[in-house]
């Protein structure tokens, strides 16, 4: 009996969720050249494109679920051509950031964004700043928006919104087993991908060489989907807790195959005429990285050089 309880106290504890511990201690927050330091002395891997000194206007960039700083390069380099800068840090948790593979909570993402923002501003005074955020960095960025936000626009590209609330019962039933009983387990997203056939970009060279990238997640725990379910739960739902807000660019395609349609379309309509809205008939959920990527980059620089020139 004293045997079963201590292997059911191990059991228990062993299953318990892990969540990625804060940076040492309070600092400035400050962009360097390469990372980022945030308010809590975290420092995160950052990579730029454009120029850093004189640019007309900064985008920082924050990347979706698995993926990195890195996925901004096609983007970046394009939009540098008209002297945007971008700044894309790895956030908590992934890429070469510390504790990788450990959710860092939504809060402490928002006030990484936050951070950047504070520090790009120091930086480069007078210079207008844009936040972006691609799928999970696309619910960052929405929810952050509740609070205020020193930025001239919003960008958001294919925003992860897929809420429990849209989601199939087997599929919220098998998370919350997944994230209450076994937190530690680790899904393979290859593994996942032949359950369910899912093709996130029609650019298969783009594709191979992320499975070949090591900052690239190729396995995520059980409870690090569960803390991305909670962010896409707020952020199906903040456009109606929007007091105000900076212009916003909404854009997304309609072969998205990640973040289905409807929840998309809700919250577009929910943002009503505070967004502007770009539709693109051949783009993936990997919008800006497609083999039609051009026309949505273009699309977005010129809205950005729009408002970076209004007062």
Not at 135 to 143: E, N
Not at 179 to 190: D, E, M, R
Not at 220 to 233: E, K, P, Q, S
Not at 244 to 267: C, H, K, M, N, W
Request: aromatic share 6%; proline share 8%.
């Amino acid at each position: 009996m004293r045997f079963a309880a201590l292997l059911l106290v191990t059991v228990l504890t062993g299953c318990a969720a892990v969540t990625a511990p804060p940076g040492p201690g309070p600092a400035t927050p400050l962009l360097a050249d390469a990372s980022l330091t945030a308010r809590d002395g975290m420092v995160l891997p950052l990579r730029h494109w454009g120029p850093l000194e004189h640019p007309r206007a900064i985008v920082i960039a924050l990347h979706g679920m698995s993926d990195y700083a890195n996925g901004f390069a096609m983007p970046g380099e394009a939009w540098a051509r008209h002297d945007i800068l971008t700044l894309a840090y790895d956030q908590r948790g992934f890429g070469a950031a510390p504790n990788p593979g450990l959710w860092a909570g939504a809060d402490a993402m928002r006030d990484d964004l936050r951070d950047a923002v504070t520090a790009a501003h120091a930086r480069w005074p007078g210079v207008p700043v844009f936040a972006l955020g691609e799928s999970m960095g696309g619910a960052v960025v929405l929810t952050a928006l509740e609070q205020t936000l020193d930025v001239h626009g919003v960008i958001l590209v294919a925003p992860a919104v897929w809420s429990r609330s849209d989601m199939p019962l087997l599929y919220r039933a098998a998370l919350f087993f997944a994230a209450h009983f076994l937190p530690g387990l680790v899904l393979s997203n290859s593994a996942a991908s032949h359950v369910v056939t899912i093709t996130p970009s029609d650019n298969i060279e783009m594709l191979r060489a992320m499975g070949r990238d090591p900052l690239v997640q190729h396995k995520t725990r059980a409870d690090a989907v569960f803390g991305l379910t909670n962010l896409m739960d707020e952020a199906r739902t903040a456009p109606g807790r929007l007091t105000q807000s900076p212009p916003i660019l909404f854009t997304y395609g309609a072969r998205d195959q990640v973040i289905p349609a409807p929840p998309t379309e809700a919250v577009i309509a929910a943002l009503g005429a505070r967004a502007e809205v770009r539709h693109y008939d051949n783009g993936y959920h990997m919008l800006l990285r497609g083999l039609d990527r051009a026309r949505p980059m273009e699309d977005i620089a010129a809205w950005i050089l729009a408002r970076a020139a209004a007062p």
